[in-house]
């Protein structure tokens, strides 16, 4: 998929469309972190002895694989007020920044 390098957008700290600049932003660990169900795990598989429920992964999570693509996050930038926010995108095999 090809971004433009400048793209004309909504800006929510001017509160108008303005000319933008966009970046593709590093990678980074969607989530947010553990979740309930992980900080739970983790608590109980701290200790020894046999972990029950914990003890074997779910059937679901033994026939997973990774996903083919990945979702980009663009970095956009405001040229009038310098405001800088996270966009995301959707999935793509490839994503590059169209230089026109």
């Not at 979740?35 to 983790?42: L, T, W």
């Not at 996903?67 to 095999?93: N, Q, Y």
Request: hydrophobic fraction near 25%.
């Amino acid at each position: 998929m090809k971004v433009p390098a400048k793209m004309r957008t909504f800006c929510p700290n001017c509160n108008k469309h303005t000319t933008q600049d966009v970046k593709i932003e590093k990678p980074r660990q969607r989530g947010g972190g553990m979740s309930q169900g992980s900080r739970r795990m983790a608590r109980w598989t701290s200790r020894i002895g046999n972990h029950g429920r914990y003890s074997r992964r779910p059937i679901a999570a033994r026939n997973m694989t990774s996903k083919t693509t990945k979702k980009v996050d663009l970095r956009i930038t405001c040229s009038e007020c310098g405001k800088k926010w996270i966009r995301s995108r959707p999935r793509a095999r490839r994503t590059e920044i169209a230089r026109v």
